[in-house]
Structures are given as structure tokens and as C-alpha cells.
Nanobody
Framework: VQLQASGGGLVQFGGSLRLSCAASGSIVRGNVMGWYRQAPGKQRELVASITSGGKTNYAESVRGRSTISRDNAKNTVTLQMNSLKPEDTAVYYC??????????WGQGTHVTVSS
């Protein structure tokens, strides 16, 4: 299984961005796709996740200004983030989890929010 992420880059304070991730390979149904991020000197943390049934989970820090969605037919997941803040600056990683089967990570994409 491979995860290919796209999006990210340099965004101004208060701006928006869209991160997309496409999974390819032998993918077991009933998985969870999500986005994590890791800021310099900090641990990787969950940003948002979504099950194949559409149940979502958001970190408190992004709830209300982020939306995660997925296309099960295409095995893609998208994270729309609005009202970006400098503290959103991090490397964002796409994740595909199927408990008991696999836990895959994308290559990471940099997001920098300028103040």
C-alpha cells in the first residue's frame, strides 16, 4: 500500500489550504484514514480522521475550522483547513489504519503559516 499526499505549502495567517491523499494497493475495507501533524520539537499528533463509514474525529485545536472527507471508491482523503494559524505549521502526514492489518503513513507534506 502506498499513500501519496498533495497540497500544503506556504499560507498566510487566516488563509485556507486543502490536503489530499490517495491510497493505492491492496486496501482492506473498514479502515480509518486520517491526517496527523508534527511540529518541530513536538510529537506527532492527530489532526483529523474519518472511518470508511464517514465517522469523523477532530483534534480540539482544529475542530470547527477543518473538514475531513473521503471517497471510498477512490481511496482518497481530503482535509480542508480554514482560518489557519502559525501554530498549524507542521509536517502533515496522511495515515491509513486497519486495526490488526496495517498502519501506513504517507511521505509528509509541509505546511507553513506565516503571521
Amino acid at each position: 500500500v502506498q499513500l501519496q499526499a498533495s497540497g500544503g505549502g506556504l499560507v498566510q495567517f487566516g488563509g485556507s489550504l486543502r490536503l489530499s491523499c490517495a491510497a493505492s494497493g491492496s486496501i482492506v475495507r473498514g479502515n480509518v484514514m486520517g491526517w496527523y501533524r508534527q511540529a518541530p520539537g513536538k510529537q506527532r499528533e492527530l489532526v483529523a480522521s474519518i472511518t470508511s463509514g464517514g465517522k469523523t474525529n477532530y483534534a480540539e485545536s482544529v475542530r470547527g475550522r477543518s473538514t475531513i472527507s473521503r471517497d471510498n471508491a477512490k481511496n482518497t482523503v481530503t482535509l480542508q483547513m480554514n482560518s489557519l494559524k502559525p501554530e498549524d505549521t507542521a509536517v502533515y502526514y496522511c495515515n491509513l489504519l486497519k486495526t490488526g492489518y496495517y498502519n501506513y503513513w504517507g511521505q509528509g507534506t509541509h505546511v507553513t503559516v506565516s503571521s
